[in-house]
């Protein structure tokens, strides 16, 4: 219910956050910038989200549309969102909505919702009402982008190797086809 700092390493704070922050903003958040506009460090005030329906266009990261829609559920009056623009990494997108859809809420789009390994474009208009989130178990699978730097260590210094295990190289994260690459390129997985 009080205000929440939020702050990080230096690299976070070189990180432009000015989407995330307008998108919050736009949603009802009140967000104060302690250090330079649209980065970290950050004071948010509690209260919870208005939500309501918002024209998005280019955003520097997918994250900040996926956080929106994360959200939206627990917001007062849920999210519609307008993308203006063809969003930032589509296929993290559609990820994010098929994970809403698992956990059984209501997700209304302007277009079906392609296969996990679709390179398809991302939708135009996105609904996501107020509704009720059920608790349950879920298995989240392992981070593909941070995975792909030990796999490309591996591959480079002769007669090592690494288990990444539970990461499937196919299934909606794009940075997975980063271990095909190195296939392509003669390592063996």
Not at 29 to 47: C, K, M, Y
Request: with cysteine.
């Amino acid at each position: 219910s009080g205000p929440v700092r939020i702050d990080g390493a230096e690299g976070l704070r070189r990180r432009p956050m000015q989407d995330g922050i307008a998108v919050l903003r736009a949603l009802g958040a009140t967000i104060r910038e302690s250090g330079d506009p649209g980065r970290l460090p950050l004071e948010v005030a509690g209260g919870g989200l208005r939500g309501g329906r918002i024209a998005v266009g280019e955003t520097t990261s997918s994250q900040f549309l996926s956080a929106c829609l994360l959200v939206a559920p627990a917001t007062s009056h849920g999210v519609e969102l307008e993308l203006t623009a063809p969003p930032t990494s589509a296929p993290y997108l559609w990820m994010t909505l098929r994970v809403l859809r698992e956990a059984g809420l209501i997700v209304e789009l302007d277009r079906e919702l392609p296969g996990k390994d679709s390179t398809a474009g991302g939708p135009t208009r996105i609904r996501v009402p107020r509704q009720p989130i059920n608790a349950r178990a879920w298995a989240i699978e392992p981070d593909a982008s941070s995975a792909i730097f030990l796999a490309a260590a591996a591959a480079i210094v002769p007669g090592s190797s690494i288990l990444l295990a539970r990461l499937p190289r196919s299934g909606g994260q794009p940075d997975a086809a980063a271990i095909d690459s190195l296939v392509r390129k003669g390592a063996t997985v």
